[in-house]
Each structure stands twice: as C-alpha cells, then as structure tokens.
C-alpha cells in the first residue's frame, strides 16, 4: 500500500464574519484533498461567528475551535500555530473560498519537488464587482 497521505493543518482565523463563514469553512470541508484538521480560532468576535464555529465542530471531527480574547489577526493565526498537529499548515482567512482542489494541488506538488512550502495564485472576487482579478 501507498505511503499515507500527510495531515494539513488549516487554520482559519475569525472575526466577526458570520456572514461569509459558511462559504468559507465548507469550501475547506468539501476539499478533494480530505485529509485535514480544520481549525477555526475565534478571535473574540461580538456576532454569531463563534456560535457558528461551535455548530460545524459539532458536524465534522475534523473541525476544532479555539475562541480567544480579540488580539487581531496576527495573534489568532499565532494561536492556530501552536495548536496544530498536521505536516503541513495553511492559512484561509474567514471571508474567502478555496476551490476544491486547492489542498490537492497544493500538497501534490509539495510532495513531488519535495519542497517545504507550496504556493499558487490567487483571484480577487468583490461582492460588488462583477469582475474577477487575477494575481
């Protein structure tokens, strides 16, 4: 049998986003690449974000939640860091969607040119713009 595929940690820091998380933690779960620990670290949000991260950890054991006191970005990415237990980690910020091949592309290449990191581009979708850029 294959060598087992390597655990990715992501981490999906949250902030008051109860509007877009959905989008954003299902386009994390329903990756083609399924071999993940989702962590979602409530970085003191006043809405309903932290109640929502609690309801899709009770959903999917793949999910945990950390809520902490609001310390801005850098400190809820800071606070998925000391927690993960994956080969790999990524960052997926709560008010975006990956594609569902994102993790597969991603951790295949990595694998194939035995690199440390893996990268890819991205595109700019505005709520309010039709128009899509890409970077």
Not at 25 to 41: K, M
Not at 64 to 77: Q, Y
Request: charged letters at 30%.
């Amino acid at each position: 049998m294959g060598k087992e595929k390597p655990l990715v940690s992501v981490i999906i820091p949250v902030y008051n986003v109860q509007k877009y998380l959905e989008e954003c933690v299902e386009s994390v779960q329903n990756q083609t690449y399924s071999n993940l620990e989702i962590l979602l670290v409530d970085d003191g949000s006043t809405d309903q974000s932290g109640a929502l991260c609690e309801e899709y950890a009770a959903q999917d054991e793949r999910i945990r939640v950390f809520h902490k006191e609001n310390g801005g970005l850098s400190s809820a990415r800071n606070a998925g860091l000391d927690v993960v237990t994956g080969e790999y980690f990524g960052f997926i910020d709560s008010d975006d969607w990956i594609e569902k091949d994102f993790f597969e592309f991603l951790i295949t290449n990595a694998l194939k040119e035995n690199a440390d990191i893996s990268r890819c581009g991205l595109y700019l979708d505005y709520e309010d713009d039709d128009s899509c850029h890409d970077q």
